[in-house]
């Protein structure tokens, strides 16, 4: 929406405050509200960028933990496993989309396959992965630019 529909961000810019979100602690999408909203409109704007993306759910969930009783056990974990597959499509889906603005760039394409095999093939750990590869990635860019 941020990209296609209002236009705020062009597609670098979008990969670049998604890759910058996933690497700050907290929740993606909440860490793209803050970059966002600041962006626009300083402090106040991640603020209300924050709110508005949190205060509705919050108070529907809120709302129907109060409301409704426990019940229904089955039925429940196989709605949540197929909004899970739902959420991973969605996420291959923006994976692809991401994808198209650095097959341009091989050396990018070429540090995300090296991610995508040792985190998610090689099972290695995260923060072991990150460490080994931002300074190479880093390098990779500042070597480009200069």
Same mark, same amino acid.
């Given at each position: 929406?941020l990209?296609?529909?209002?236009?705020?961000?062009?597609?670098?810019?979008?990969?670049?405050?998604?890759?910058?979100?996933?690497?700050?602690?907290?929740?993606?999408? #909440?860490?793209?509200?803050?970059?966002?909203? *600041? +962006?626009? =409109?300083?402090?106040? $704007?991640? !603020?209300? &960028?924050?709110? /508005? %993306?949190?205060?509705?759910?919050?108070?529907?969930s809120?709302?129907?933990?109060? #409301?409704?009783?426990?019940?229904?056990?089955? *039925? +429940?974990? =196989?709605?949540?496993? $197929?909004? !899970?597959? &739902?959420?991973? /499509? %969605?996420?291959l889906?923006?994976?692809?989309?991401?994808?198209?603005?650095i097959?341009?760039?091989?050396?990018?394409?070429?540090?995300?396959?090296?991610?995508?095999?040792?985190?998610?093939?090689?099972?290695?750990?995260? %923060?072991?992965?990150?460490?080994?590869?931002?300074?190479?990635?880093?390098?990779?860019?500042?070597?480009?630019?200069?």
């Amino acid at each position: 929406m941020l990209v296609d529909e209002r236009r705020w961000l062009d597609a670098t810019e979008f990969n670049e405050v998604l890759s910058l979100s996933q690497f700050l602690p907290g929740p993606n999408i #909440v860490n793209v509200s803050v970059i966002v909203g *600041r +962006r626009f =409109r300083g402090p106040v $704007g991640s !603020l209300a &960028a924050t709110l /508005g %993306l949190l205060l509705m759910p919050l108070r529907s969930s809120a709302a129907r933990g109060g #409301v409704r009783p426990v019940r229904g056990g089955r *039925r +429940r974990a =196989r709605r949540v496993h $197929g909004g !899970l597959r &739902a959420a991973s /499509g %969605l996420v291959l889906a923006l994976a692809l989309k991401m994808g198209k603005t650095i097959r341009d760039t091989p050396w990018q394409v070429g540090v995300g396959v090296v991610a995508f095999v040792a985190i998610g093939v090689a099972r290695q750990p995260l %923060l072991w992965v990150l460490a080994a590869l931002v300074p190479v990635s880093l390098a990779f860019s500042w070597w480009r630019r200069g």
